[in-house]
C-alpha cells in the first residue's frame, strides 16, 4: 500500500501554453506599446509560480498584482521584470517593497511622501507607477492631488516614474461613455503630471481599438481566456478545463426530489449522477439548479442545490454514462468559464478566482 494514493474526484488542467499564446495574441493587437500580465489573485485562481513564469518565457517584462505579498512570492521567478503592486502601499511595506525592487502604485499624496522619504534614506530613486483616478473611485490620485502635484512636483523628486496608469471602469461595453470621457481625463491629468510614458487598457481596453493603446497595457482576463469582448466571438485561446468524476448513479421516481431543500424534483424516471464537487471547491452555489455538464458532446443539467462537496447532475438522456466517468465541468466549447458565469449569475473572472485548492492541478506546457 505505500506509494498508494486516493484516485482525483476532479481534475483541474491549466494550459500554460493557451496562456502564453494569449499574451502574443495580446502583444500583437498592442503594437505601439508593451503589454504586462496580470497575475493578482494567484494569476485568476491557475497559479502564479507556475503562469508567471510561463508568461516571462513568452517574453512578458511587466508583471502586476494587487498585494505585495503576492509579489514577493513570484519576485525571484521574474529576472529583470518590473512588478508592480496594484493596490499601492501600506504604511510599514515600505521597507521591503524596496528592498525585493517591487513597484507599487502610488495612489495618494501620502503614499507618494512615504516612497519618497524611504528612495532618501536608500540613498536612491525608487520605482514607482503613479495611479490617477478617472472615475472608478476607489484608488488613484484625485483631482486635488493633482492639482498639488501640478503646481509642486517635488514630492516626486526621488522618484523612477515607470508609469501613470488609469483604470477604466467598463471597458468591456465597447459604446460605454466612461472610455473615451476616461481616457480624456487621463490625458488631461498626464499633460499636468510630470512626463512619463501611460498604461491605460486592461484586456477588454485593448479591443476598444488604437484610441485607447498606451505604452503598457495590462490584461488580465483575457490571457486566462476570459472573453474581452462579450457579446462577440471570443479571441482569446480557452485555458482552463475541469473534469469530475462519477461517484454514483441512482434511480428517482415521478415526484421524488434531489438535495437540500428538495428545489428538483423529477416529473418523469430520472437517473441522476452524484460528483464529487461542491461550494467548498468554488463550484459555485449560485449556479443551483442551472447550467450543465458535458458527457460525450451531450448535456446533463445542474439539477437541484450545489452542496458543499457534492451536486448532482440529470443523466436520464445518457444511458452510457456510468460510476467513475468523466463529466466536463469546464470545457473548451460549450462549459467555458464565461458559460459557467452565467448560469452562476456572476461572471468569469469570480468563476476562476473561485477555483477550489482540492483540485488535483494538471498544467500543460
Ligand atoms: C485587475 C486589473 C487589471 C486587469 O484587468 P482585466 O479586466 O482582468 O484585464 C488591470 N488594471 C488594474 C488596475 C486592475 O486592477
Redo the contacts with the bound molecule.
Sequence with gaps: MAGMRPTDPAVLEIDLAAIAANWRALAARHPGGAVAG?V?ADA?GLGAAQVAPALHAAGCRHF?T?HLAEALAIRPLLPGAMLGV?NGLLPGDEALCAEHGITPALGSLDEIARWTATAQAAGRRLPALLHVDTGMNRLGLDAAAIAALAADPRPLAGLELHYV?T?LVA?EIADDLHNAAQRARFAAACARLPAAPRSLA???GIFLGPDFASDLA?????LYGIN?TPGMPNPMRPAVRLRARVLQTRMLAPGESVGYNATWGATRASRIAVVGVGYADGWLRSQSGRGHAVFDGAPAPLVGRVSMDLVTYDVTDLPRLGVGDWLDLIDHADRTPDAVAEAARTNG?EVLTSLGRRYRRVYRA
Design positions: 496580470v493578482k485568476y502586476f494587487a496594484l496608469m483604470h471597458a486592461n484586456s477588454s495590462r490584461p488580465g482576463a483575457a474581452p473572472y
